[in-house]
């Protein structure tokens, strides 16, 4: 079964708006989350990580929010460029376990 | 400095034939994970070499099967061919076991006939 569960499937935004991704999780023990961003045709790119001692992290125009007691984080992509166009995935990895458990993935789309 | 490198970029194969897949992790990464990511699905775990073993596999039938040599490079080697085995087959490298970040290769995308 799914260990970590995405949304929304797709979404399309304007240019400049800010598309925003959810992942959940049931296993506890993970302790890793990454997010990676896919193109067509590429393996996926590593974007952000976050720890749950971390409520929220920034890189760039990519900002992770995490809530440890809802095991629930997302993904903020601010200020959106067509370039942003790509699929998500969101990901967990366990401190005793470690491989990534992947999301279904969001497909984004920023019209310009 | 050279990032993780996989070979064939594509690979045509009928049902029934093994097909073996290649792996260079990134530059001074001695660990190399597998994993099958089909068409509009994230990738799925296959297994995970270090110090040339096999450490976790995933629920995968046993046709899956791998190795790494002495220089971290790694194989990934599928009998039997299924055509429910055409997918994306990635490599991510990373620096020991733990919570580390594991960086993908382009993929090798396996077409079963």
């Known amino acids: 079964q799914q260990q970590v569960k995405q949304s929304p499937q797709s979404l399309i935004v304007q240019k400049g708006g800010i598309p925003i991704i959810n992942c959940a999780y049931e296993?506890?023990?993970?302790?890793?989350f990454p997010w990676y961003q896919q193109f067509p045709g590429k393996g996926p790119a590593l974007l952000i990580a976050?720890?749950?001692?971390?409520s929220e992290k920034k890189e760039g125009r990519f900002t992770i929010s995490f809530n440890k007691s809802a095991k629930q984080f997302s993904l903020h992509i601010m200020d959106s460029q067509p370039g942003d166009s790509a699929t998500y995935f969101c990901?967990?990895?366990?401190?005793?376990?470690?491989?990534?458990?992947f999301g279904a993935g969001t497909t984004v789309t920023v019209r310009a | 400095d050279a990032g993780v490198t996989q070979s064939p970029t594509h690979l045509i194969k009928t049902r029934g034939q093994q097909v073996t897949l290649r792996c260079s992790p990134k530059?001074?990464?001695?660990?190399v994970s597998w994993y099958q990511q089909a068409l509009g699905q994230g990738p799925q775990f296959i297994f995970q070499?270090?110090?040339?073993?096999?450490?976790q596999r995933g629920n995968f039938p046993d046709r899956f099967s791998g190795h790494q040599f002495p220089n971290y490079s790694s194989e990934l080697n599928v009998n039997a061919l299924l055509l429910g085995d055409s997918a994306l087959y990635l490599c991510?490298?990373?620096?020991?076991?733990?919570?580390?970040?594991?960086?993908f290769g382009p993929g090798t995308r396996l077409t079963v006939l």
């Open positions: 070499y270090y110090e040339e073993e096999e450490r």
């Open positions: 296993n506890t023990a993970f302790d890793y």
């Open positions: 530059s001074g990464h001695d660990t």
């Open positions: 990901a967990a990895m366990g401190s005793n376990d470690y491989k990534l458990s």
């Open positions: 976050i720890r749950p001692d971390v």
């Open positions: 991510a490298s990373s620096l020991g076991l733990g919570l580390t970040e594991q960086f």
